[in-house]
């Protein structure tokens, strides 16, 4: 079974930049799509960013600017460095495979002053 283990999530002020990073262990296949999405309380979990194999990617409107998504195809491993964080960017953010095939616990992300 593909486990998703994520990290590097924590308590920043407004304005700061924290990465996360999920590594991907168990898959007998290559994996297409890796990323991430977040869910705020009282909201629907939304995607923030996604990155195929090849190194396409796709971002939320709200993050766009300010946060990019990268992989290690060979570690199995996605990252998110978010910069430019603001209060609305609170939320549990999840790692994911192919768009929700596989997900990870969850790391909290909590923007405040």
């Known amino acids: 079974q593909v486990q998703l283990v994520e990290s590097g999530g924590g308590l920043v002020q407004p304005g700061g930049s924290l990465r996360l990073s999920c590594a991907a262990s168990?898959?007998?296949?290559?994996?297409?799509?890796m990323g991430w999405y977040r869910q705020a309380p009282g909201k629907q979990r939304e995607l923030v960013a996604a990155?195929?194999?090849?190194?396409?990617?796709n971002y939320a409107d709200s993050v766009k600017g300010r946060f990019t998504i990268s992989r290690d195809n060979a570690k199995n491993t996605v990252y998110l460095r978010m910069n430019s964080l603001k209060p609305e960017d609170t939320a549990v953010y999840y790692c994911?495979?192919?768009?929700?095939?596989?997900w990870g616990q969850g790391t909290q992300v909590t923007v405040s002053s």
């Open positions: 994911t495979l192919d768009y929700g095939v596989s």
């Open positions: 990155i195929s194999s090849g190194g396409r990617t």
């Open positions: 168990g898959s007998p296949f290559l994996i297409n799509v």
